[in-house]
């Protein structure tokens, strides 16, 4: 846990260099690897809003950038005060390099909510499902 909870200091302090002047809603996030090594991200918005990056996929392409393609842990928080949970696309990106891990979150209360990709993404599609015989 302890491991986790420096993981979300440093999500939250990611946060800082979000670029939301569209939603001013900020967000950060921290990937832990496989190595050890921790790669940290925010969301950037654009003024068209689909070229808009998330935070948890900033961290990761950051990590697999850098040649980290394996992960153990990711960490995402808000300037919501509530728990932010992915969306769909960065949980699909999440499945890609983290075959069994933790997602962790981190309300205004402090709370600290650890959740298993299996739990969150759970019949993810994998390149197994692209081989065909
Ligand atoms: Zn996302």
Do not use: H
């Not at 190595?35 to 990056?53: D, M, P, R």
């Not at 995402?76 to 990106?93: A, D, K, M």
Request: some cysteine; overall charge negative.
């Amino acid at each position: 846990m302890e491991q986790y909870k420096e993981l979300l200091t440093q999500a939250k302090a990611a946060m800082a260099y979000a670029y939301t002047p569209y939603s001013n809603f900020n967000v950060g996030a921290a990937v832990l690897t496989k190595s050890g090594k921790v790669y940290t991200g925010c969301n950037i918005e654009n003024a068209a809003y689909g070229a808009t990056n998330c935070a948890e996929r900033t961290a990761l392409f950051k990590a697999v950038s850098e040649g980290e393609k394996e992960i153990s842990a990711i960490a995402v928080v808000s300037s919501s005060g509530e728990f932010t949970y992915p969306c769909g696309i960065c949980r699909q990106v999440i499945s890609e390099f983290m075959k069994e891990g933790n997602l962790i979150f981190e309300n205004n209360e402090g709370e600290i909510k650890v959740i298993p990709l299996s739990d969150i993404y759970p019949y993810s599609f994998t390149k197994e499902n692209l081989i065909s015989d």
